[in-house]
């Protein structure tokens, strides 16, 4: 996760303003160490849906938040130790990465990427709080999610 911390001019009516914090951040992932597009915007609820129900899901979106301007679906089916993906476009930033668009992770890969996603949220939290902004994911909804799979395999 790469956070950005800086002021700015906000106006707050019309005849007046105040400088305010902005943090900026986005998640930076990869798979098989290749770098997924950073134009494409990874939607963290969609992810999190995938991981309780398969099906198609708009798991990526424009950097303006509007999918279908850009971004694209995924399709995720599970099996008991296993979760796939066959994405629509190639993922990766670099074009030159060869790739079917089928992607294989074991369970255990997503736990691991959830708990890590789960300490970095927090850490966003902590700086956010810090500054007097608001949080707005519900990291525990994360831990059930990690939960509710734990449970799953078992």
Request: aromatic share 14%; with cysteine; net charge negative.
């Amino acid at each position: 996760m790469e956070i950005d911390i800086r002021k700015e001019y906000k106006n707050i009516t019309r005849h007046s303003g105040r400088m305010v914090h902005i943090i900026d951040w986005r998640i930076a992932l990869y798979i098989n160490g290749n770098k997924l597009d950073e134009d494409e915007v990874f939607v963290e609820d969609e992810f999190l849906k995938s991981l309780i129900c398969l099906g198609k899901y708009p798991m990526f979106t424009c950097t303006c938040g509007i999918f279908g301007c850009g971004g694209y679906y995924v399709e995720v089916s599970h099996e008991d130790d296993r979760l796939f993906w066959v994405t629509e476009q190639s993922p990766f930033q670099e074009q030159f990465v060869k790739t079917s668009n089928k992607f294989a992770f074991t369970w255990i890969q997503i736990i691991d990427f959830l708990e890590e996603l789960i300490h970095k949220f927090d850490g966003l939290k902590s700086i956010m709080n810090t500054h007097g902004l608001n949080f707005q994911y519900d990291v525990e909804k994360y831990r059930r999610v990690i939960k509710e799979i734990k449970e799953r395999a078992h």
